[in-house]
């Protein structure tokens, strides 16, 4: 909280159910029983948010607040007051504990966070409080809890948890339309790769045989008539193009999926789908092109290779590296999911 908020809580609200004010810090040495019971009652409360108690402030009824102060060297360590309280109230209570100047004067501030899990119960006994008291706050005053308030508590536990599920489930919900998605792009992205590097590979393998019986006929000053092996050795390698496939990608699924995420999904993925439509159009592209050319020269004498092969290695080989951050992006909403269904199991 900052200083000047906590000034206009002091200058604009009296005592209430979420606010209390002290004129002097508790003396744990022999007020413990009263720390207790001051967090326990706010903490048991109906008031939803944040509680606070301002110690330092002198609250008369009928008079404005007066900021008196505290002395500095006697406030004790924030893990002081959190001990008292997880040794004396179940479930435990989550506090925060703020020192502020306020018009030169030094002030303490207690915040009381979420407190979901009411009751909050004396775990053992504490002078005056005994075990299993369970105290609340009303207005400025504190009583012992009544059956109605634990029904109403109970209700309201209920209902919040209700919420706090059903929000788990959406979370859920689109985390793992998000995961499927992210799953068969992923699985598109590794096949494209899979069929450009397999694709490049045939060609090479082509040219360097090509290359390779171009240099023994040439060496061995052979005929034409007598290279028909080797004439048959180059249809072999160009017939492994010829036959080479690439599935098609199921472009309206996947976006279909997309556009089924949410919006920030979509933002994050939309531009990765795009780059991998434009790479599978490419390859098909430049296989078809190829395929042609082929039906028209057996021989491949004056055929061009350059156009996938340079792509393969000047555009596609970075672009699949970008779009391989994808998985990454995998294993951190598969984590994601893990811990949303670890939060469903405590509800």
Not at 31 to 41: A, G, L, P, R
Request: glycine share 2%; proline share 1%; hydrophobic share 30%.
């Amino acid at each position: 909280m900052k200083t000047e908020e906590l000034f206009e809580i002091i200058k604009s609200m009296n005592e209430r159910t979420d606010i209390d004010y002290k004129k002097e810090l508790y003396n744990l040495s022999k007020q413990k029983d009263d720390f207790v019971k001051d967090i326990m009652s706010m903490a048991n409360s109906f008031e939803s948010g944040n509680k606070y108690i301002v110690i330092g402030v002198k609250d008369t009824p009928g008079l404005d607040r007066e900021i008196i102060g505290i002395d500095e060297k006697d406030i004790k360590d924030a893990a002081d007051y959190q001990q008292v309280i997880r040794d004396n109230i179940e479930p435990n209570i989550g506090l925060d504990i703020e020192k502020h100047i306020v018009k030169d004067k030094t002030l303490l501030c207690i915040i009381i966070g979420s407190t979901n899990d009411r009751p909050y119960a004396m775990r053992k006994d504490l002078n005056k409080l005994k075990k299993g008291d369970i105290w609340i706050r009303i207005n400025s005053s504190q009583s012992k809890i009544t059956r109605l308030d634990l029904e109403n508590i109970y209700k309201e536990r209920s209902e919040f948890r209700n919420i706090e599920l059903q929000k788990l489930k959406i979370e859920r919900n689109e985390l793992s339309k998000e995961l499927l998605f992210v799953t068969l792009l992923n699985d598109n992205i590794i096949y494209l790769y899979k069929s450009y590097n397999n694709l490049q590979r045939l060609i090479r393998n082509h040219l360097e045989e090509k290359e390779e019986i171009q240099e023994t006929l040439w060496k061995y000053d052979v005929k034409y008539k007598t290279s028909k092996k080797f004439s048959d050795q180059i249809k072999k390698s160009m017939l492994k193009i010829k036959n080479f496939e690439c599935r098609e990608m199921p472009k309206e699924y996947l976006y279909d999926l997309l556009l089924g995420c949410n919006y920030k999904c979509y933002d994050k993925y939309s531009s990765k789908l795009v780059e991998m439509e434009q790479s599978y159009l490419y390859l098909k592209n430049n296989l078809k092109k190829l395929l042609s050319d082929l039906q028209k020269d057996e021989q491949g004498n004056n055929l061009r290779y350059d156009g996938i092969l340079e792509f393969y290695e000047n555009v596609f080989l970075s672009e699949y590296r970008e779009l391989m951050t994808i998985t990454e992006n995998t294993c951190e909403l598969q984590s994601s999911l893990e811990e949303i269904d670890i939060k469903i199991n405590m509800l």
